[in-house]
């Protein structure tokens, strides 16, 4: 059974059902309805602006400074490795760069399969 073969069976079971409720019952349960309806918020519209600016107060309002630092020093941390780590991968290339310039591969290194596990070792030094 899908899911729309069963609400519209639960649907039919309800109006069913509706048949053997009471006038008195159904007559307050319209007045319920009626005054929840008059409570319902009414969505206003706005523009997009002014909705950005209302979600800016509204959750930045209740924050206190020690959580702004504590943010701020969170990204000034994720920034400063992110730094370092570029930092190490152009480093390891440089040597290798340095190498290949500096002519100190042999020839037949170019051709070997293990020229990716020399570069490595030659690396590591």
């Not at 349960?29 to 002014?50: E, G, N, P, Y």
């Amino acid at each position: 059974m899908n899911e729309h073969h069963f609400t519209y069976k639960v649907r039919q079971h309800l109006n069913r059902g509706l048949h053997d409720v009471s006038p008195v019952t159904v007559n307050r349960l319209d007045s319920i309805k009626a005054r929840a309806l008059s409570r319902q918020k009414v969505a206003v519209r706005r523009s997009v602006l002014a909705g950005v600016s209302s979600f800016v107060q509204d959750h930045f309002e209740n924050l206190h400074l020690r959580q702004v630092l504590l943010a701020f020093a969170m990204a000034v941390g994720i920034l400063g490795y992110t730094y370092w780590s570029a930092e190490q991968d152009i480093a390891e290339l440089e040597v290798l760069d340095s190498a290949l310039l500096a002519d100190e591969l042999p020839i037949a290194a170019f051709t070997d399969k293990g020229f990716a596990a020399w570069l490595k070792s030659s690396a590591s030094r």
